[in-house]
């Protein structure tokens, strides 16, 4: 597959580069840079990440070895519509693999994808602390709770449909 | 601000927040002096927000508006506890709870209860606050909560979250006065070292003592540091306090930088947590606001000021040192200790480290006294303890009882028992790196050295409850492919280790399983426990060796019999139509992916086992209840 070229907006180098300058004389502020960073583009292209290198004077390798450490930093662009699964315990043992395997069967894609057309990506979570609506599975930030894997092909629906 | 005006503030507001505390007739009296005929909580938190709680105020909001209603007062709170019936709204000064409230039900209680000569809505209010003879009893006098004791969460669902003002009115920030004025620095650590309290992280280490150790280190820069990154799935009493009292732990900190003699603190909490992180940051522009963080803080001299660090979602973090080194804007890896975080800890400073439900914990013992604190608990551990309850269980929600409190207690007096009438198997504590106990030890006193004594431990305080249908191989599986995917990779005996002991389970739960498998568990357990630099890895067996030790039995039908008893584990499971129950409606025929089920209409279908996927549908379609696994 061609490289796609990462694409991005002078609107939004401008609001990194506010950041960084908010940042710059702090101690440890690579990961409060790298979250912001993250929120601005939708995940850390290589490209944002030697800006950020050079700006905060951090080798590019620290500034990869953080992004790669923690789960929350993507280096893959997510889809327009993200959907997080909670595999914390309390989802878990009230079957939430089976609300995983339910999305992961409609869309066709595995967990940790994002389909073909880049509208809906697929990832697990460990617990939002939404425990007493286990199990729960979260698309743009809303929660679903007490799902059953039967419910979950209507719930897509609807941002399939926009 | 000065002292005055802090007890100015605390004075003007204490009968709004007392009406939320006293029970009726009383309460009715204060009432009057508050300005509000009734006040009306709704909760805040990550649970009834999930549930939409937001548009329940907006609702209330609107029908105020609509009704005329101009003197009922409406509170947006932090986590009431009972997760599992939100959204939750209780009005005062009746202490009427309803629960499992939508906007429609709102508008209802607006225009029959808070209209003037309003009476409850009796269908609407939470069950259990009901009495047969149709009478009402008030939220607190029921069940959950009566064998309750907030100390950590004595605030979280009576103020508004989002207030200064009602924090202080509660009583937030006096404990900071009396630590300035009147105490000095060794006083504070006698005082929390005579109160017994231990560290609610986990480990259990003695807070006073911790304190100690850094106030003799030497350097003049020392960091206070909180621990909010709750990684530990299902437990979330740490995102409750933050989100419903994020006052107590501010002022906590500011008491233990006063004490050591640090000037800047660090919370680092979950990225998660948005509801937390937000109002955290709200609840520090208001303490600087008013003087309370910062320069010069009540007159006293003395200057302190609190930052917020994001996780990023590495459960190792939750290691003092891997926080640390996340802190300082590093990958999250642990280092061994020596030298200890007292002496050397974030920026190579020394540092004192204490979680959420332990900064919660500081505040009441410098107000109410160590030999108040010390009285409650048990004689190792004082104090009380907040457990997140979930899983299968009634009422899934945040419990806070004295140390020592049996399980059976939390299990069935306040949870409410098991659901759909299945029986109890275990009770998981610790998460990740803790263990199961079973029904034979279900009366066991809560505290830290008798979870540790029948091979779990007390953890953050997560308890998730397991029915019969629950198999313990795959819950120790599903902990270690947890464990397995969280171990950073620095050490080799966790790397290598969780992903070792993985495979074995993984063979063991196919069917695949040799009697060997157990002692190789086990003495890779052993390496893992002794060798692993962190409490990652040394803690990652604990999943198995305690299933191992209370279910032995299970692994054993798994390996030699093949056999899974909860019927969880796919592959030894085989698919069965009961011929006396079918009918032959060809609803599963017609519904199987593999085409594995034959039979002609009106008479019993059969299932040919090596066709069938286990895929489920025909169970989900047969309506009934033919197809059984076994």
């Not at chain 1, 909670?86 to 939430?96: H, N």
């Not at chain 2, 709750?230 to 500011?254: C, I, K, Q, Y």
């Not at chain 2, 907040?386 to 806070?400: D, Y």
């Not at chain 2, 409850?465 to 080799?492: H, N, P, Q, R, W």
Request: aromatic letters at 6%.
């Amino acid at each position: 597959m061609a490289k796609k070229l990462f694409e991005g907006t002078a609107e939004q180098m401008s609001r990194l580069m506010d950041c960084i300058n908010a940042n710059r004389n702090e101690q440890g502020a690579l990961m409060p840079v790298l979250h912001e960073a993250q929120n601005i583009y939708g995940y850390l292209p290589a490209e944002v990440q030697t800006v950020i290198a050079e700006e905060l004077d951090v080798p590019l390798s620290d500034v990869y070895g953080v992004a790669t450490f923690y789960s929350q930093f993507s280096l893959m662009p997510k889809g327009k519509h993200r959907i997080s699964v909670c595999l914390g315990t309390a989802c878990y043992v009230k079957g939430s693999d089976k609300i995983l395997e339910a999305i992961e069967k409609e869309l066709r894609i595995s967990c940790g994808e994002c389909t073909p057309d880049k509208k809906f990506s697929i990832e697990s979570c460990r617990c939002v602390g939404a425990c007493g609506l286990a199990p729960v599975m979260i698309v743009d930030g809303e929660v679903y709770g007490k799902l059953k894997a039967e419910d979950v092909a209507g719930i897509l629906d609807r941002y399939i449909k926009d | 601000m000065t002292c005055e005006q802090l007890k100015k503030i605390a004075a003007e507001k204490a009968d709004l927040i007392n009406v939320r505390k006293i029970v009726r007739e009383q309460a009715e009296k204060l009432a009057e002096n508050t300005g509000y005929r009734k006040q009306v909580l709704v909760c805040g938190g990550t649970g009834c927000t999930s549930s939409k709680s937001a548009e329940v105020i907006k609702q209330l909001e609107n029908s105020f508006k609509e009704l005329g209603i101009d003197d009922v007062l409406i509170v947006k709170t932090g986590c009431f506890g009972l997760c599992a019936l939100g959204p939750i709204m209780i009005v005062y000064p009746e202490g009427a709870f309803y629960s499992q409230i939508t906007p429609e039900h709102a508008k209802t209680v607006a225009e029959k209860h808070l209209v003037k000569g309003g009476e409850t809505v009796k269908e609407l209010l939470y069950a259990d606050t009901v009495n047969k003879d149709g009478s009402v009893i008030p939220f607190a006098e029921i069940p959950f909560y009566k064998h309750q004791m907030r100390i950590a969460l004595r605030n979280c669902g009576v103020i508004a979250a989002e207030s200064i003002e009602e924090a202080i009115a509660a009583g937030d920030y006096l404990a900071l006065m009396k630590v300035l004025t009147e105490m000095s620095p060794d006083e504070v650590i006698n005082e929390i070292k005579a109160a017994g309290l231990r560290g609610r992280g986990g480990a259990g280490f003695p807070t006073g003592l911790k304190w100690q150790l850094t106030k003799q280190a030497a350097g003049d820069v020392k960091y206070i540091c909180c621990n909010a990154d709750e990684g530990d799935p299902g437990a979330f009493m740490d995102r409750s306090v933050l989100e419903g009292d994020p006052h107590t732990v501010l002022e906590a900190m500011a008491i233990a930088g006063y004490t050591v003699g640090a000037q800047e603190g660090y919370i680092y909490v979950r990225a998660e947590y948005p509801i937390a992180v937000e109002r955290l940051n709200i609840a520090i522009g208001q303490a600087r606001q008013l003087g309370l963080l910062g320069k010069n803080i009540l007159d006293s001299g003395f200057d302190f000021d609190i930052h917020v660090r994001l996780g990023a979602g590495a459960f190792v973090c939750g290691e003092e040192t891997a926080l640390m080194a996340s802190i300082e804007g590093k990958r999250g890896e642990p280092r061994p200790r020596p030298p200890f975080s007292a002496q050397c800890g974030v920026f190579g400073k020394p540092t004192v480290l204490n979680n959420v439900e332990t900064w919660a914990n500081v505040a009441p013992i410098i107000l109410n006294g160590s030999e108040w604190f010390s009285s409650i608990g048990t004689p190792t551990s004082k104090g009380t303890k907040v457990f997140a309850v979930g899983g299968n269980i009634h009422n899934v929600g945040l419990v806070e009882v004295p140390m020592g409190t049996p399980l059976r207690t939390i299990i069935y007096d306040i949870g409410g028992g098991l659901p759909n009438g299945k029986r109890f198997k275990a009770a998981q504590t610790g998460g990740p790196s803790g263990g199961c106990i079973p029904f034979t030890h279900i009366d066991v006193g809560m505290d830290f050295d008798n979870l540790t004594a029948i091979g779990s431990m007390m953890g953050s305080g997560g308890l998730i409850v397991m029915d019969e249908d629950t198999c313990m191989v795959d819950i120790a599986k599903f902990y270690l492919e947890f464990t397995a995917d969280e171990s950073c990779g620095k050490c080799a005996p966790c790397r290598i280790g969780t992903k070792r002991l993985l495979d074995i389970l993984k063979k063991i739960t196919d069917g695949k399983g040799e009697p060997e498998d157990l002692d190789k568990i086990t003495e890779l357990a052993e390496h893992m426990k002794s060798s692993s630099l962190c409490a990652l890895g040394q803690s990652a067996p604990n999943p198995i060796l305690s299933t191992m030790k209370h279910f032995g039995d299970e692994y054993l039908k798994h390996i030699y019999s093949k056999q899974c008893p909860a019927g969880v584990c796919k592959s030894m499971l085989n698919y069965y139509i009961n011929p006396v129950q079918c009918k032959g409606c060809t609803l599963c025929k017609r519904n199987c992916p593999a085409n594995a089920i034959s039979g002609a209409v009106k008479s019993a279908h059969t299932i040919d086992t090596t066709k069938c996927i286990k895929c489920g549908q025909c169970i989900a379609h047969c309506k009934f209840g033919a197809i059984v696994k076994k």
